[in-house]
């Protein structure tokens, strides 16, 4: 089992490029879901699918975020025109079904850490 | 609104000491309730899960919670603290199907020698 990994670890832009974060999941997993933490801060939810569709988004998602899950495996969360706010650690996590019901248990990767100059 | 509460920001504890981190939230369905801890520079790692029977649950590295749902609350605790429990710790619900967690703002734990 090698857990949810994430790429790059650690990203700086500057204000105004794009930027794309690759998330693995746990291979069994069919829930995928995208959280974003600032300092001092809980991590905030951004997105989430189910295979590969994306059931929920966050009204922090704007039209500068976008997320996807190509067949139901790994997923890209790409920031279109960073701005300074967009600086933040970006987490993925992965939920799978067990016999008898979904355990509704995350499981995160490290997290893609940006910071927009 | 549904939403979870972590009313201490900063606890510092001595070593040995217990330990209690306060938890409550507000969530329309039955909740599913969990407590993860993150150290600097490593990924959340779930503490404990609660999702029904018995109250009290006892989860990895010899921390337990208890859910009571007349106060909406899921305290943590650790009858002794060891300096290795210095992290951030997230109290988060959801629910059975399986809709993104709820975190709260997260309470920094420090341990004094």
């Known amino acids: 089992d090698t857990g949810v990994s994430q790429d790059p670890r650690h990203k700086i832009t500057k204000r105004g490029q794009n930027v794309t974060f690759r998330c693995d999941p746990i291979s069994e997993h069919n829930r995928l879901y995208w959280y974003r933490q600032t300092l001092g801060q809980g991590p905030e939810f951004l997105t989430y699918f189910q295979n590969e569709a994306q059931l929920e988004k966050s009204r922090l998602l704007s039209d500068r975020f976008s997320a996807e899950r190509p067949k139901g495996s790994f997923s890209t969360l790409e920031i279109q025109r960073t701005e300074q706010g967009d600086s933040a650690m970006y987490l993925c996590?992965?939920?799978?079904?067990?016999?008898?019901?979904?355990?509704?248990?995350?499981?995160f990767g490290e997290g893609s850490r940006l910071t927009v100059l | 609104a549904q939403s979870v509460t972590q009313p201490d920001i900063h606890i510092t504890v001595s070593e040995g000491a217990s330990l209690e981190l306060r938890c409550n939230y507000s969530y329309g369905a039955t909740p599913y309730l969990f407590w993860y801890v993150q150290s600097p520079g490593q990924g959340l790692q779930l503490l404990l899960k609660?999702?029904?029977?018995?109250?009290l649950v006892q989860g990895i590295k010899g921390f337990e919670a208890e859910f009571k749902r007349s106060q909406s609350s899921f305290n943590l605790r650790k009858p002794s603290v060891h300096w290795s429990d210095a992290a951030e710790y997230f109290c988060?619900?959801?629910?059975?199907?399986?809709?993104?967690?709820?975190f709260g703002k997260g309470t920094t734990l420090s341990v004094s020698s």
């Open positions: 996590a992965s939920s799978g079904r067990l016999a008898g019901g979904n355990t509704g248990e995350l499981f």
């Open positions: 988060a619900v959801g629910n059975q199907a399986g809709t993104a967690l709820i």
């Open positions: 609660y999702f029904s029977g018995d109250t």
